[in-house]
């Protein structure tokens, strides 16, 4: 009876993340894994979702502690029963929201892994060499523009997939990305990927396109959509040791080291929260110690006194010898 009591519950709650908060497939698959699990757990001890209390929500993240969850993880599935909880005060079904003092698990943060510019380069050539209508093959074409996007535009590979061709425009070097919950952004375009996406356009896209009214920008080989793992294989065959999302941070990192603020790279990456684009708070730290360093007309004194004293100390011990 619970069984069907939680199932009931969570198909209800996923139809409002799908149609009414626009969240897509995947999230939501991911929401349904989070509330099955604590819905087991809860069964277990004859309760159900709408009557959990607050200790059976603790029980449940202490168990998931003592199974030896990650912190984050834990973390996640407690911000989705916050979710599933908000949603049921809404709805008016409980009085009481049973997640409202429970602690979320102290996790370290781990910063972003990126690569350096010349593996991205190096990653970009091997997609791809001379890309032209004689020497470059359709394939090829495609994998070096979606290098570029992945990289240039900092866009998600959901992002990247879902991309119609309507939604570039090479002419004023941007396109349209749809985000997380369908939220539109512009992403403008540099001149190397500008130049990949025209290429690839002319004579990599005719070439892979099988039905005319196929609207994705990037084509499988078979003419359909690209999928997701498509994608993620052609960035480990360029470099083993990356991945779609590292392409992303690599951009993020790249742009704060050559001087972006955080607020430019929130509205590139599509972020919602400026607190997700402060893990690149380190980087703009170093650079502005830098810049200070390089530019204040005491930011030097330290270094030029330290380098005197070195000097003098290293002139009256020869002298004493």
């Given at each position: 009876m619970e069984t069907n009591?939680?199932?009931?519950?969570?198909?209800?709650?996923?139809t409002y993340l799908r149609v009414e908060k626009g969240l897509r497939p995947l999230t939501c698959e991911a929401y349904q894994r989070d509330l099955l699990q604590c819905a087991e757990y809860l069964e277990k001890t004859?309760?159900?979702l709408a009557a959990a209390k607050h200790e059976d929500l603790a029980g449940f993240v202490a168990h998931l502690q003592t199974h030896q969850v990650e912190a984050r993880s834990r973390a996640r599935k407690l911000s989705c029963l916050r979710g599933l909880y908000r949603w049921?005060?809404?709805?008016?079904?409980?009085?009481?929201?049973?997640?409202?003092?429970?602690e979320t698990p102290a996790g370290w943060k781990v910063l972003?892994?990126?690569?350096?510019?010349?593996?991205?380069?190096?990653?970009?050539?091997?997609?791809g060499h001379t890309a032209n209508e004689q020497t470059g093959s359709s394939?090829?074409?495609?994998?070096r523009a979606m290098l570029e996007l992945l990289y240039g535009g900092g866009v998600r590979v959901s992002e990247l997939v879902g991309l119609a061709v309507e939604d570039v425009s090479l002419q004023q070097g941007q396109m349209l990305v749809r985000g997380k919950g369908d939220k539109e952004r512009i992403v403008p375009l540099g001149q190397p990927a500008v130049k990949a996406l025209a290429e690839y356009l002319e004579y990599g896209r005719v070439g892979l396109l099988r039905k005319a009214n196929v609207r994705q920008m990037f084509l499988s080989q078979r003419g359909g959509p690209l999928t997701?793992?498509?994608?993620?294989?052609?960035?480990?065959?360029?470099n083993h040791r990356a991945s779609p999302h590292m392409l992303r941070h690599s951009c993020a990192t790249h742009m704060v080291e050559h001087g972006a603020d955080l607020r430019t790279v929130q509205t590139l990456l599509g972020h919602a929260d400026i607190a997700t684009t402060q893990i690149y708070t380190?980087?703009?730290?170093?650079?502005?110690?830098?810049v200070h360093r390089?530019?204040?007309?005491?930011?030097?004194?330290?270094?030029?006194?330290?380098?005197?004293t070195s000097s003098k100390t290293e002139k009256s011990s020869k002298e004493i010898a």
């Open positions: 009591r939680n199932l009931d519950l969570i198909r209800g709650y996923l004859n309760s159900f049921l005060l809404l709805d008016k079904r409980i009085a009481h929201d049973p997640t409202i003092h429970l972003p892994k990126s690569l350096s510019e010349a593996e991205v380069v190096a990653m970009i050539d091997r997609a394939q090829s074409l495609r994998d997701r793992q498509t994608v993620w294989n052609l960035v480990k065959r360029t380190h980087l703009a730290l170093g650079r502005l110690k830098a390089a530019h204040h007309p005491r930011g030097k004194r330290i270094f030029v006194a330290a380098a005197e």
